[in-house]
């Protein structure tokens, strides 16, 4: 276990479904202000990890702790005891997460779905809220887009809704799911744009996607997943160029 | 009208001159294509307006109605009171009714299994016994009280036990149709919640957004557009099941109409019409706020709100 306080640390974490094993005795550290993306095949475990991190799945042995403090559990001599609900909802604020599907509240505004959290969480008046929401959307480019409802905007348009709004509590690291696979091919770029803006701005931000490019280009730290296992992991050019597991050789010229 | 008739004429006539499977000879681009007609529609439309003048015709013609006692009992002191009891005891348990769905919903759908059974017993229990059942069962209950109540030394006196009858017999009718409602309701509720798609439960977690916010303010919301027009439909039964409560003693707006007809045996038809009228009043009501009700909760879930029909009628006159 690093000394040094790791933004994100995920220590032998294994979760079954039955009998099929998604995540398999995982290690994984992320250090404060870098990115880190989870490449993979479909099922190879990397959403699993990403919905263990905020404690939306919950592991069956091995711990999670976010900016040192563990995530939806307390240890209790040497042994792990699940949270309360209200003590993991209070943890999550710390946490942002971004959708596949965006998943906006479609009954509110642009501004209302970003100023909801910190209201809702006693984090910040009314107005305040409002007033942080208006600088986030205008930080995603959609400053004129506050008070248009989620079904009225572009797919891209709404996940960069949704970035503000996982940004709005002010997280001490942002995970994406697969942020730009339920998007039209044109519209992925404004979104990895909006990501990219994050990143050089020193928000950790560890990001489940396909788009090797962006890896390359924005990652600190590339981590390669299969069969619930972490097969490689590392900078960018070694992963992605000099691959040394078969499994992720085989994978990479597949979809590059 | 004629130039479109020329056009098909022309259609024809180009139709066997182009090669086979090939279209657009050069005078048909450009053509406006010809509606299909229906005449069959025009048929029904006949029939059915003839039906429905018959109809109207009959009615007002017909002295087997009489109009005139009609009019005579329709605002009548005793059947207000009547429509004021039936208001009542509607309005009360509807929103019991609603309040116990919720929470029979909620309970139902809790991770809790002895809630959860419990919830369904009830909905299996109140859905399986008929209302008129479970007012009768109330009825005797409080009769059965009130015979006990009245051995207690230094109790109430016989004269304002009198006095209580009514309010009792509202009490038993309003709880009755309540427990009888709170199980549809709790149905129609757990249907709209189940109806929220399961992402909006997640991103709702994600946000750390406590419990109750997450079911008032996210969840909720979008459940009511699926809950409010199945509950009015519930509450439409509900007007028109309040009539059983004559059945407990309460005069409702059926059970003036009921008395006054065995008061006076010849008003039966022109009484059972003015029961009709208020009814068919009533639940027009309750359909125009289930316009407007719907209409607020569709924000967001349709790209542009449907128009109202005073919105309809300005654009109609502006055109």
Redesign the interface.
């Known amino acids: 276990m690093n000394a040094i306080a790791a933004a994100v640390e995920v220590h032998g974490a294994t979760k079954s479904y039955g009998a099929h094993k998604v995540l398999d005795n995982v290690d994984l550290t992320v250090c404060p202000g870098h990115v880190t993306v989870i490449l993979g095949p479909s099922g190879a475990g990397k959403s699993t990890l990403l919905r263990v991190i905020?404690h939306?799945e919950k592991l069956d042995a091995g711990y999670v702790s976010v900016n040192g403090a563990l995530v939806g559990v307390r240890q209790h001599g040497d042994r792990l005891k699940e949270l309360s609900?209200?003590a993991i909802?209070?943890?999550?604020?710390d946490?942002g997460?971004v959708?596949q599907?965006f998943?906006?509240?479609?009954?509110?505004t642009a501004l209302e779905n970003v100023a909801?959290?910190p209201v809702?969480?006693g984090r910040a008046t009314k107005a305040e809220a409002r007033e942080r929401a208006r600088e986030l959307l205008t930080r995603v480019g959609l400053a004129d887009k506050a008070d248009v409802?989620?079904?009225?905007l572009s797919g891209g348009q709404q996940q960069r809704v949704a970035i503000a709004?996982?940004l709005a509590?002010r997280p001490g690291v942002v995970l994406f799911d697969e942020p730009t696979s339920a998007l039209d091919p044109e519209l992925v770029g404004e979104v990895l744009a909006t990501i990219k803006d994050l990143a050089s701005a020193g928000t950790t931000l560890i990001v489940v996607t396909h788009e090797i490019g962006f890896a390359r280009e924005v990652a600190d730290q590339v981590v390669f997943m299969d069969g619930g296992r972490i097969v490689e992991q590392g900078e960018p050019a070694e992963v992605l160029d000099r691959p040394r597991h078969p499994r992720t050789r085989e994978f990479l010229s597949k979809v590059l | 009208m004629s130039s479109i008739d020329a056009a098909a004429g022309e259609a024809v006539a180009a139709e066997p001159t182009g090669p086979p499977g090939v279209p657009a000879a050069p005078e048909l681009t450009g053509q406006r294509v010809i509606p299909l007609r229906h005449p069959g529609r025009w048929i029904a439309t006949v029939i059915v307006v003839v039906l429905a003048a018959q109809f109207v015709h009959g009615l007002a013609t017909n002295p087997f109605y009489q109009w005139d006692r009609f009019g005579y009992w329709f605002a009548r002191p005793v059947i207000l009171r009547g429509l004021w009891i039936t208001l009542e005891v509607t309005a009360l348990s509807a929103v019991l009714g609603l309040l116990g769905g919720i929470v029979l919903a909620l309970a139902r759908l809790s991770r809790n299994p002895v809630l959860s059974a419990a919830s369904w017993l009830y909905v299996w229990l109140f859905r399986s016994v008929p209302l008129i059942v479970v007012l009768l069962i109330l009825f005797n209950f409080s009769a059965l009280y009130k015979t006990l109540s009245l051995g207690v030394p230094f109790g109430p006196g016989f004269l304002r036990f009198d006095e209580n009858k009514l309010a009792t017999e509202l009490v038993v009718a309003t709880v009755g149709l309540s427990l009888n409602e709170a199980a549809y309701a709790a149905e129609v509720v757990r249907a709209g919640i189940l109806s929220v798609?399961s992402?909006?439960h997640?991103?709702?977690?994600?946000?750390?957004?406590?419990?109750l916010?997450q079911f008032r303010?996210?969840v909720l919301?979008?459940a009511l557009r699926a809950i409010v027009p199945a509950y009015v439909n519930q509450l439409i039964g509900l007007i028109k099941g309040t009539s059983l409560v004559f059945y407990v003693s309460l005069l409702d707006l059926f059970g003036e109409v009921q008395t006054m007809s065995s008061t006076y045996p010849g008003d039966v038809v022109p009484l059972l019409l003015v029961a009709t009228v208020w009814y068919v009043i009533l639940t027009s009501v309750v359909s125009v706020v289930q316009f407007y009700v719907e209409r607020h909760?569709s924000?967001?879930?349709?790209?542009t709100m449907p128009p109202t029909p005073l919105q309809r009628l300005r654009a109609a006159v502006r055109v």
């Open positions: 905020n939306l609900e209200r909802l209070a943890q999550r604020a946490i997460f959708f599907n998943n906006l509240f479609p009954h509110l909801a959290a809702a969480t409802h989620p079904r009225r709004r996982a509590l | 798609d992402g909006q997640e991103a709702a977690a994600a946000l750390g957004l406590p419990k916010y303010r996210i919301p979008q909760y924000r967001g879930a349709v790209r």
